[in-house]
């Protein structure tokens, strides 16, 4: 992997291809260990989860639903410390177990938004998987259930995660070239 350009900064290799994809079954070996025999419903926060999830609930033997919510708090580099909803969940989740499904756990401003929506439907539960956790950057109380992989508060794209919309087709992660 060389460094890399995406408009108008430099990003240098960080996470493998061949690291995510063990981090992504170690998820996924816990995930159904803990639902065995349950069906739960697997939520993926749109866009940056897209690349993790798909690859998650390949190695997930349970049988399960998929659906998808669309928030935003990015801008360009840094969180706008506001989440807006853009898309929302249309299914009935009362009595179910939810497995919401992150890209990237930081502020933790996306969940807390979340759990507001979610905890007024009354699911029976709501865990938290995220392929990277910033915990220097974690200002919030929901515990997060399954980490793939604890990262320092820098910048990365790739494998989902994008600056401006652009590097979530990567197969790898990048960090910010200070």
Not at 90 to 103: A, F, P, R, S
Not at 104 to 109: K, R
Not at 127 to 142: G, M, N, S
Not at 153 to 175: E, H, K, Q
């Amino acid at each position: 992997m060389d460094i890399i350009t995406v408009k108008d900064k430099s990003f240098k290799p960080y996470i493998s291809e061949e690291k995510l994809q063990s981090s992504v079954a170690k998820v996924a070996e816990k995930i159904n260990d803990d639902y065995k025999g349950e069906t739960p419903i697997f939520l993926g926060i749109l866009n940056g989860s897209f690349m993790f999830f798909g690859d998650l609930l390949k190695s997930i033997d349970l049988e399960c639903t998929v659906s998808f919510v669309k928030l935003a708090s990015y801008e360009g580099t840094s969180s706008t410390g506001s989440v807006n909803e853009l898309i929302g969940l249309n299914e009935d989740i009362e009595g179910k177990d939810i497995i919401l499904v992150e890209d990237i756990v930081d502020t933790g401003n996306t969940l807390v938004k979340l759990h507001e929506i979610l905890t007024d439907k009354k699911p029976k539960s709501i865990r938290i998987a995220t392929l990277l956790y910033k915990p220097e950057a974690y200002k919030q109380h929901h515990p997060i259930d399954y980490v793939g992989l604890e990262i320092p508060n820098a910048f990365v794209l790739g494998y989902g995660l994008d600056y401006d919309g652009l590097g979530r087709n990567l197969s790898s992660i990048y960090v910010l070239n200070d």
